[in-house]
């Protein structure tokens, strides 16, 4: 005859199995394996991007080294009320990689922007960026306004404050060292994919890296800066002030060495609407990993306070 005890036993490891089964089969899966893939034409490059959700549509661009990836915090965050579309940018992860630096220019990035809001059916977008991407967000924004809805830009000040610093500060100049370096011959050789990994800090995010960078191209990355980022003598940018037309969100890791803050300061004087500043104590760089529950909480309730219809009255 069984023991009462016995039984107990046995039915409370049949209650927390069921349970566990359930859960598991009511979590939702990872984020990888629920985006869908698409490919923009941009002339003849071909651009990838994810995209998830249904509603107005936001454009998220990575920075260097990174690729689509780093936005799944935000894109879970937006994705239950926006169609949220992150990109490869050329060079990158699952996108074409054009040889020579030409190929790299701001022109030519803000074209593959336009292209993928193109291939996903707009008009208009928000548009997203971090480092790199962030600089492509600022000129598609003034070169572009017409199909810009908002502007969000996470560690990267404005051309013009970038221009001020490292022209007239000379810790910025110090700590530009390594794009000058990037400029250099052969500069690509010395990249690794498990090197520029490094500061992915969850280790399973880290090997999805591992896999994209070894898809790219390290060259391609670099000419980035060899195109793009100023060159000694630095000189302050004095051309004429073309205004950013839509509402600004910007993030800033404060503890990032690579931008330093005080190229954020006269940020107001180039934008033409409302701009929101949030500075971040203790966050790096990486901003929208190194803070993303604030990051993606913040951005959601900017953009839901932007979107929301003038006649609806605030809760």
Request: aromatic letters at 8%; proline letters at 6%.
């Amino acid at each position: 005859m069984t023991h009462p005890l016995q039984c107990l036993t046995t039915l409370v490891l049949f209650l927390c199995l069921s349970a566990t089964a359930a859960t598991a089969a009511t979590a939702p899966r990872p984020l990888h394996e629920r985006v869908k893939h698409a490919e923009a034409d941009s002339n003849g490059v071909k651009i990838h991007y994810v995209t998830i959700g249904k509603g107005p549509l936001v454009v998220m661009i990575h920075g260097f080294p990174d690729f689509w990836y780093t936005w799944r915090h935000q894109m879970e965050a937006l994705a239950k009320d926006y169609q949220v579309v992150a990109l490869d940018m050329r060079g990158y992860n699952r996108s074409d990689k054009p040889k020579g630096v030409e190929q790299y220019s701001i022109k030519l990035l803000v074209g593959d922007v336009a292209a993928v809001i193109k291939h996903a059916g707009a008009k208009q977008a928000t548009i997203v960026g971090h480092d790199w991407g962030g600089m492509v967000a600022w000129q598609f924004a003034m070169a572009l306004p017409g199909q810009c809805s908002r502007l969000i830009i996470l560690n990267l000040p404005h051309p013009r404050g970038l221009s001020r610093e490292l022209a007239n500060n000379p810790q910025q100049q110090k700590n530009s060292a390594y794009a000058r370096a990037f400029q250099l011959a052969g500069a690509h050789r010395m990249l690794s994919a498990e090197g520029l990994s490094r500061w992915v800090r969850d280790k399973a995010a880290r090997a999805r890296y591992v896999e994209a960078f070894k898809r790219s191209d390290f060259e391609a990355m670099l000419n980035y800066y060899k195109r793009n980022y100023p060159r000694l003598p630095y000189k302050e940018d004095t051309s004429p002030v073309v205004k950013v037309k839509a509402p600004v969100l910007m993030f800033h890791g404060l503890n990032d060495r690579a931008l330093l803050p005080g190229a954020l300061n006269d940020t107001w004087q180039w934008v033409e609407k409302d701009l929101t500043l949030v500075t971040v104590p203790g966050s790096g760089h990486f901003v929208q990993q190194d803070a993303a529950e604030l990051v993606s909480r913040t951005m959601k309730m900017w953009l839901d306070l932007k979107n929301r219809p003038a006649s609806t009255p605030a809760r």
